[in-house]
DNA sequence: GATGAATGAGGCTTCATTCAT
DNA sequence: CATGAATGAAGCCTCATTCAT
């Protein structure tokens, strides 16, 4: 196929490499646009290689299913999600703070950004959840702070379970317009963790920055490419 | 038409009336029973007519789309449900009881029920949840108890959502064999609500007794049919 | 069935010819109704008891197949034809005077009767065409009038074929609620019977009475019931 | 992304479409068989596929439905008419000439072609009938022809419709075996266009040469095959 | 005779997957 | 590697027909 081109192996394979990084890159992002229009059930392969505007047969040459593009999404979108809401936590602040402005930070980047927002929401527990990033980036964070006493005893893996359904539940809403009382939920994952009712609700209340995604974030450059196709 | 003769067309008409009945009901237990292992995405109308016994035609004859099957099913589970679980809520208790014995009994049915469980944790908000099964047997209930005092403000929408939400979470933990500490969950759901940590801990272990499905139990019926077929 | 109706046999006899006889009419009257609609091809069984109002079943105790009630539709009409265009039509008048004012006549009934239009122009050569009319009530009219010089010769057939056709094209164009210039039609014919342009044009333009159906006409009534179900 | 090979893309492409339009092809062709056997309504997409020797999913890379065939195949068969009837008739003849001779070349190619004859008689006006070849091909001709004083008045629309379904009755005429009078048909449409009884015979009966079809027509190629599989 | 539930063959359409170029 | 034509299995839906009551 490249017979009769006259480049050196090295050379080719470098560019080899470099193409077949930009095309997957392009599958995904195109995945993630029409997961977040349609849904898991809702997608075919089709959907996807006509928005990357590749062929079909390329889409086999990187993923064998559908639901291989959706767990590469998966870690597109955790590798930009990583990047934004860590900026918007401090590490020094007590572990109740902490949680708390996690979880608007996360809630925040979905509604600042309808591609998120939608694909989140569309996916539920399939996305990659606040749950999730959590656990990967403060690994241990739940348990060291009800050993420390900051929060009352509860098992983790059901604090994570309704902290990510939870989410998800909000995020629909969202996703439907519905006016969301963010702090009401913040508050309520407090009071999950032991907190009073009246720490639940001051501690909500706190005034959070909203995360600012690089210039040349995927999520945002994809955000814009969708948006402009709705 | 068949004046004269009065009794004939009354009897034909019964007898199809209770015939078309009958096959309704299939479907609907067959349609159960195929959700509970496939959920909705992975359920086509042929399984469906198959666990029925009947042809792809009756299936028309009765439902227009797989959706609509479910929702009868649904309704099916509704009248179930509510049977099961107000024997075991004594409208005397406190509001916080009442939840707290309202939320174990539900989990119960599904401990118990392997079909029911496995239908509810697979369908996910798409089954008839716990707080679809409050909101409709005791609506309005939520508000009075925040305005009397019992709970703590919070958002309605909220308070269902977490329900609903945390309690799928929670059954399909049970349906993947993981063990799950059911009062720790309904503790939570009580600290949403605004009671403390101690109190919610102390509802949440009062002892509860487990709901006793009528004999005649479509439930039960079908969980024997489907769990022999297993 | 009849078990128990102490009727005597005659009796009962004679009832179920009358009832039988009905209920045959019931179903060509609504078959007309739906070929009006639909056509022939877009027609099922269905459409036609639903029409008549008769159970499924009941349609294969009269007819086999949609084809048979379609001719069973035909001999209706034909009855229904020749009351209304033979008294439209003055035998001592020359041919081309008959020719001309049996095509305007029947061109005529559809115009009033939207039932028979569109039963007309949808079924074409399947319905009962004013060449059939011409040659069941009328046979040899024609060739006499040829070999008497009134008409020039013409084959038989191609002149009855160029008639139906014709008078099917008219009734479509009318079907449609396009303006048709009847006269110009009929005026075209008497030319292809070998007459001069004059005389065409002014035979085709003599003063023609509208046909009058008579008030028990099943056209009528099944037009009208047709008409307010639009 | 093919840049420094330029040729390789182009040579792909090449291929790629003269397959497409190979199969496109036996696509029209085999349904201009299966119309000619069954008409529009007898046949489905199966009975195409099977005579083109094609998967089910491939006619749906090319047509969604069968009327979108149909309309292929008519495009098809046009531009063979035009290409067969346009030499028989010379444009330096009177418009009287011209018409009869378009007929007459019209209907000789269905007489020497059985396929055509079977599609055009069977499909009616949805095949591609000699009014369509006259509006298409020298459009204004037969009002300019009025205009001149050669044709007598009559509505444009009413001589198209005469000579389309006049023409329609003589071909199914012809595929049921039965003898046609062609030139008293042509005759026939002469004197509705306003000629003389005698002008009508003389010019439908002046001797036209047969047209010939290139050797690598479609529908001479077809209708061999069909005739074979006969 | 009338009824209408049940049937299943037949046609439609989508879509994951293969493969020659 | 990329392409996109071809494939056919799998679902969907309609409707003529049968048959017990």
């Known amino acids: 196929m490249t017979k009769g081109c006259p480049n050196s192996l090295d050379h080719r394979t470098r560019i080899g ?3 077949r990084e930009k095309t997957r890159e392009r599958l995904c ?6 997961f977040a229009e349609r849904g898991l059930n809702g997608t ?17 040459n990187y993923f064998d299913t559908i639901e291989d593009v959706l767990d590469a999404a998966r870690v ?3 590798r930009e999600l990583v990047l934004l809401v860590k900026d918007s936590v401090d590490f020094d602040r007590p572990p109740a ?40 980036t403060a690994p241990g964070f739940v348990s060291s702070a009800i050993e420390a006493g900051e929060f009352r005893p509860i098992p983790e893996g059901l604090i994570f379970d309704l902290m990510e359904s939870g989410a998800i539940s909000v995020l629909r ?17 407090l009071r999950v963790l032991g907190l009073s009712y009246e720490a639940s ?7 959070v920055e909203a995360p ?18 709705q």
């Open 76 to 78: 597109v979108l955790k």
């Open 212 to 229: 600012q995604p690089a210039e040349d974030s995927l999520l945002l450059r994809a955000n814009a490419t969708w948006s402009a196709s």
């Open 97 to 136: 703070e902490r949680v708390a402005f996690g979880l608007r930070a996360f809630i925040e980047v979905a509604r600042q950004n309808k591609l998120f927002l939608e694909f989140s929401a569309r996916l539920g527990h399939q996305s990659y959840s606040f749950s999730n990033l959590l656990k990967e």
């Open 29 to 34: 992002e195109a995945a993630i646009m029409v």
């Open 201 to 207: 609700v001051a501690i909500a209340a706190l005034p």
């Open 173 to 189: 809403r969202l996703m439907n317009g519905e006016a969301v009382d963010v702090a009401a939920f913040v508050a309520a994952m």
């Open 17 to 19: 490499q470099t193409r």
């Open 44 to 60: 075919v392969i089709d959907h996807v290689v006509r928005q990357a505007g590749v062929s079909r047969g390329t889409f086999y």
